[in-house]
């Protein structure tokens, strides 16, 4: 058994009020300062200060700075051992993929980790009838004896974790222990875009049978990835392939439409290449090469006509109007695109087949549902 509680408190100071008669308003606009503070019942506490400014209707910039020092979930600590389902991992040290057992569970040794957060956001818009909008964001994350979980096998993680990786008599991997960890230190920095719009609407006609367009792009840059295992190993940067690699760069486009009783989404990701390297800060010709992944997901809906209008209960009230039934067509990865890895020297990595990291592929799903 366990209990959690926490108290938080903010305090919002105006600096400057547009539209007021003064110079300082109708120069710096809109202007105001946040503090905040938080404590929990398990020993964390955080500190945040934030800044908005708001020069024009169209034009918002937040800045926010937090530091904290965490507590450890109790369910962290306490969730007991088991073995998940079977995963595929490459293993560097034989060269070869291998169909493992990843341990799950908690682990009570956990530590409370410290953290220091900085955002800065830029938001722009709505601009005309499109109501057209944008926002730009960095963040920033630098935390000590964070919580997370081993990265990807390799021949220095292993060297770094050797109790965590199991082998059976002949040298071949058989488990990976994946319970949460606490990691030496970790920093991350990264620049999000956004953009927005939607088709404006027809004038003089019916709210049901009128056009719905919207339309979202989105954008994530990782600028920098690291992090150090534990107190006295080097520091491995991610991004170029230490420590299991990843992603530098992804983006999403979102695509909903509505007319009358017809739906449609349209969801494309894209991610970026990306190299895990065998030993870190330098490649190899036995590296992993992760190829570009992108996936189309797409979404039908027909609403039936609505089941029945209002009508008077026994005991005299009013029930609200039924959603009738609605069809569904859902299609996941339409094109039927799976994972792709080469090693450094070009030859085709072992476990990236067509069925072996996802063998399911395709998914196309019919639904009907209701609500009542």
């Given at each position: 058994?366990?209990?959690s509680?926490?108290?938080?408190?903010?305090?919002?100071v105006?600096?400057?009020k547009?539209g007021?008669?003064?110079?300082?308003?109708?120069?710096?606009?809109?202007?105001?300062a946040?503090?905040?503070a938080?404590?929990?019942?398990?020993?964390?506490?955080?500190?945040?200060?934030?800044l908005t400014?708001?020069?024009?209707?169209?034009?918002?910039l937040n800045?926010?700075w937090?530091?904290s020092h965490?507590?450890?979930p109790?369910?962290?600590?306490?969730e007991?051992?088991?073995f998940?389902?079977?995963?595929?991992v490459?293993?560097?040290?034989?060269?070869e993929?291998?169909?493992?057992?990843?341990?799950?569970?908690?682990?009570?040794?956990?530590?409370?980790?410290?953290s220091?957060?900085?955002?800065?956001?830029?938001?722009?818009?709505?601009f005309?009838t499109w109501?057209?909008?944008?926002?730009l964001?960095?963040?920033?994350?630098?935390?000590?004896n964070?919580?997370g979980?081993?990265?990807?096998?390799?021949?220095d993680?292993e060297?770094a974790?050797?109790?965590?990786?199991?082998?059976?008599?002949?040298?071949?991997?058989?488990s990976?222990?994946?319970?949460p960890m606490?990691l030496g230190?970790?920093?991350?920095?990264s620049?999000?875009t956004?953009f927005?719009?939607?088709?404006?609407?027809?004038?003089?006609?019916?709210r049901?049978?009128?056009?719905?367009l919207?339309?979202?792009?989105?954008?994530?840059f990782?600028?920098?990835?690291?992090?150090?295992?534990?107190?006295?190993?080097p520091e491995?940067?991610?991004?170029?392939?230490?420590?299991?690699?990843?992603?530098?760069?992804?983006?999403?486009l979102?695509i909903?439409?509505?007319?009358g009783?017809?739906?449609?989404?349209?969801?494309?990701?894209r991610?970026?290449?990306?190299?895990?390297?065998?030993?870190?800060?330098q490649?190899?010709t036995?590296?992993l090469?992760?190829?570009?992944?992108?996936?189309?997901d797409?979404?039908?809906?027909?609403?039936?006509?609505a089941?029945?209008?209002?009508?008077?209960?026994?005991?005299?009230s009013?029930?609200r109007?039924?959603?009738?039934?609605?069809?569904n067509?859902?299609v996941?990865?339409?094109?039927?695109?799976?994972?792709?890895?080469r090693l450094?020297?070009?030859a085709?990595?072992?476990?990236y087949?067509?069925?072996?990291?996802?063998?399911?592929?395709?998914?196309?799903?019919?639904?009907?549902?209701?609500?009542?």
């Open positions: 058994r366990f209990q509680a926490d108290a938080r408190g903010t305090l919002a105006p600096l400057s547009a007021v008669e003064s110079l300082q308003g109708r120069l710096i606009g809109d202007l105001a946040t503090f905040g938080g404590a929990r019942l398990d020993g964390g506490e955080e500190l945040n200060a934030g400014w708001t020069p024009r209707r169209s034009l918002r800045g926010e937090a530091i965490e507590g450890v109790d369910a962290l600590r306490t007991p051992e088991y998940g389902p079977p995963i595929v490459f293993d560097f040290r034989a060269g993929a291998v169909e493992i057992l990843p341990l799950r569970g908690g682990n009570p040794d956990l530590q409370p980790p410290e220091e957060r900085l955002s800065v956001m830029t938001s722009l818009g709505p005309t109501a057209l909008s944008g926002n964001a960095y963040q920033r994350a630098q935390s000590t964070g919580i979980v081993l990265p990807g096998l390799t021949e993680v060297a974790f050797p109790d965590h990786i199991r082998r059976d008599s002949d040298g071949r991997l058989v990976i222990d994946y319970r606490n230190s970790t920093l991350i920095e620049l999000n956004g927005n719009f939607n088709l404006p609407r027809a004038a003089n006609v019916p049901d049978e009128a056009t719905v919207r339309i979202a792009v989105n954008h994530s990782h600028l920098s990835n690291r992090v150090r295992l534990r107190a006295g190993l491995l940067d991610r991004l170029k392939g230490d420590g299991g690699g990843l992603s530098r760069q992804s983006g999403r979102t909903d439409a509505r007319r009783r017809w739906g449609a989404n349209v969801s494309a990701q991610q970026e290449g990306y190299r895990t390297r065998r030993f870190a800060g490649d190899d036995e590296d090469v992760i190829a570009p992944f992108s996936t189309l797409l979404r039908f809906s027909f609403q039936m006509n089941s029945g209008s209002r009508t008077g209960a026994v005991d005299g009013r029930r109007k039924s959603g009738g039934l609605q069809l067509l859902d996941e990865n339409l094109f039927d695109a799976r994972r792709e890895a450094g020297d070009g085709a990595a072992p476990g087949g067509r069925d072996v990291q996802d063998p399911l592929g395709r998914t196309v799903r019919l639904t009907l549902q209701r609500r009542f």
